[in-house]
């Protein structure tokens, strides 16, 4: 008998990154920025396409390295955009190096990225049930606005909530998923 998985996770790439790593709570704080930085270009995307190209991302920006892109000026962005293996959008390059500037800036003030979300959630895992999909939350918000006043870029709501959905501070795997009862 074949597992049952969320709806979403069709395809082995997708199959695989549910089964080993969505919503699978971590604090490993390569992890939590490494996430952040692929939600941040997902956005308007589908998530199979960010997915796809994480490899390239990888290589591409130093293995998620955020002092290191931090620290990218004008020729890393410019060929960065010559890169096809990447999601080639200036903008989001861009915040890339803001948003890893502003990460560390909360590293430095919380002692890690894990501490500054513990302050939202008290250090325990929301569980989503309405019994509806949903792309915000409270949560999601206040992280969100909080984000985006220290100055990082593309990290609205929708984002903010994909985003703790990965790293497992929101369990929101569907009731009939197998998964479902490990959040």
């Known amino acids: 008998m074949e597992k049952q998985r ?30 952040l930085l692929l939600e941040a270009f997902q956005a308007g995307l589908s ?7 994480r490899e390239s991302f990888r290589r591409a920006f130093d ?8 620290a990218y000026g004008e020729d890393k962005i410019e060929a960065l955009l010559g890169d096809e293996g990447l999601i ?3 903008r989001k390059i861009a915040a890339a190096v803001t948003n890893a500037q502003v990460y560390l800036r909360i590293v430095d003030e919380f002692g890690s990225f894990a501490a500054y979300l513990d302050r939202f959630t008290g250090g325990r895992v929301t569980e989503n ?8 939350s409270p949560l999601s918000d206040a992280i969100s606005r909080d984000l ?12 903010v909530y994909s985003y703790l959905q990965a ?5 929101d795997h569907e009731p009939q998923c197998f998964l479902h009862a490990r959040g």
């Open 167 to 171: 790293i497992g501070v929101i369990n």
């Open 148 to 159: 985006r006043k220290r100055g990082m870029r593309y990290m609205g709501s929708v984002t």
């Open 47 to 53: 998530w199979y396409v960010v997915l796809s190209k």
């Open 129 to 136: 049930t309405t019994g509806c999909f949903l792309t915000t």
């Open 6 to 35: 969320c709806s979403w996770a069709k395809g082995a790439l997708m199959e695989k990154y549910h089964d080993e790593e969505w919503g699978i709570l971590t604090r490993d704080e390569q992890k939590l920025y490494e996430m």
């Open 63 to 70: 293995g998620f390295d955020a002092h290191k892109i931090a």
């Open 88 to 90: 080639r959008c200036r």
